[in-house]
């Protein structure tokens, strides 16, 4: 069975995260698993310690190397600990606001190599725009986020530090390949289901992207949702986030390459993200 895949760090984003993963459990049936990655920091081995000395002149001070190596191995057992801990904290919040069966669990190794072998068992994936690394930085975009998003098929949903439960959502739509595989995904999905939906395209005002926008509308409509569409004009983000505000919108859904410059795109849309 497929899940909804939450990464848990203990960043200031992380609680959004927990409410953000038990929301799309709640609304999609699927259960959640909590997941903490353990990054390794390599330092040499003991056994290299002897060579090395030689190599870089340590002498007698190949002491301080072993010193290295095991204040390492008592962080390794600390990270453990602290990630444990986390992960507790954060199940008990997902199942208060209402996640179905949740699991957690750690795994060493690097994020990206973690999502890419859970890939096949992942319905949703849940993130934070900042992990730990890059919490205080309000306008920075997490080290790991644009890789993920690039790297993964798999819907992902992306959370500032605070997460309401969403009331209505727009399609940032352009007609592409990516846009309309998005659409698609809302349409057969019931994680949206019963909010207000936008679709809005930012193009030049003729009946060809008309036809598009109206082509989107029906196929929504035909599942259910209630549609409101818009043609706007001007540069994306600008006119996208002005509409956002407007609108008062909770989640945006957009194709992973429908737009260009994602990176700029993300840090200046302040709300929740669905991206396909």
């Given at each position: 069975?497929?899940?909804?895949?939450?990464?848990?760090?203990?960043s200031?984003?992380?609680?959004?995260?927990?409410?953000?993963a038990?929301?799309?459990s709640?609304?999609?049936?699927a259960?959640?698993?909590?997941l903490?990655?353990l990054?390794?920091?390599e330092?040499?081995?003991?056994?290299?310690?002897?060579?090395?000395s030689?190599n870089?002149g340590l002498?007698?001070?190949?002491n301080?190397?072993?010193?290295?190596?095991?204040?390492?191995?008592k962080?390794?057992r600390?990270?453990?600990?602290?990630?444990?801990?986390?992960?507790?904290?954060?199940?008990s919040l997902a199942q208060q606001?209402?996640?179905v069966e949740?699991?957690t669990?750690?795994?060493?190794?690097?994020?990206?190599?973690?999502?890419?072998?859970?890939?096949?068992?992942?319905r949703?994936l849940?993130?934070?725009?900042?992990g730990?690394a890059?919490?205080n930085?309000?306008?920075?975009l997490?080290?790991?986020l644009?890789?993920?998003?690039?790297?993964?098929?798999?819907?992902?949903?992306i959370?500032?530090?605070?997460?309401?439960?969403?009331?209505?959502?727009?399609?940032?739509f352009?007609g592409?390949a990516?846009?309309?595989?998005?659409?698609?995904?809302v349409a057969v999905s019931?994680?949206l289901?019963?909010l207000?939906c936008?679709?809005v395209m930012?193009?030049?005002d003729?009946?060809n992207?008309q036809?598009?926008?109206?082509?989107?509308?029906?196929?929504?409509?035909d599942?259910?949702?209630?549609?409101?569409t818009a043609?706007?004009?001007g540069?994306v983000q600008?006119?996208l986030?002005?509409?956002?505000?407007k609108?008062a919108i909770?989640?945006?859904?957009?194709?992973?390459y429908?737009?260009?410059?994602?990176?700029q795109f993300l840090?200046?849309?302040?709300l929740?993200?669905?991206?396909?």
């Amino acid at each position: 069975m497929t899940k909804i895949i939450a990464c848990i760090d203990g960043s200031i984003t992380s609680p959004a995260v927990c409410k953000a993963a038990a929301w799309a459990s709640y609304k999609l049936k699927a259960p959640l698993d909590l997941l903490h990655v353990l990054d390794k920091t390599e330092y040499p081995k003991p056994e290299n310690s002897k060579n090395l000395s030689g190599n870089i002149g340590l002498g007698s001070r190949e002491n301080l190397l072993k010193e290295l190596v095991e204040l390492d191995e008592k962080r390794s057992r600390l990270a453990l600990e602290h990630g444990k801990n986390i992960l507790h904290d954060a199940s008990s919040l997902a199942q208060q606001h209402g996640a179905v069966e949740v699991t957690t669990h750690q795994r060493h190794g690097g994020l990206m190599e973690t999502l890419s072998d859970m890939q096949d068992d992942t319905r949703v994936l849940v993130l934070g725009r900042q992990g730990q690394a890059h919490e205080n930085e309000t306008h920075s975009l997490g080290s790991h986020l644009e890789n993920v998003i690039r790297a993964l098929t798999k819907p992902i949903l992306i959370t500032l530090p605070e997460f309401n439960v969403p009331q209505r959502f727009m399609i940032a739509f352009d007609g592409s390949a990516t846009a309309t595989k998005a659409l698609e995904k809302v349409a057969v999905s019931d994680l949206l289901k019963g909010l207000e939906c936008h679709i809005v395209m930012v193009a030049e005002d003729d009946s060809n992207h008309q036809a598009q926008l109206d082509n989107a509308k029906q196929q929504l409509i035909d599942a259910g949702f209630e549609v409101t569409t818009a043609l706007l004009q001007g540069a994306v983000q600008p006119a996208l986030h002005d509409y956002q505000r407007k609108n008062a919108i909770d989640l945006m859904v957009m194709g992973a390459y429908g737009h260009s410059r994602i990176r700029q795109f993300l840090v200046a849309v302040t709300l929740p993200k669905w991206c396909e």
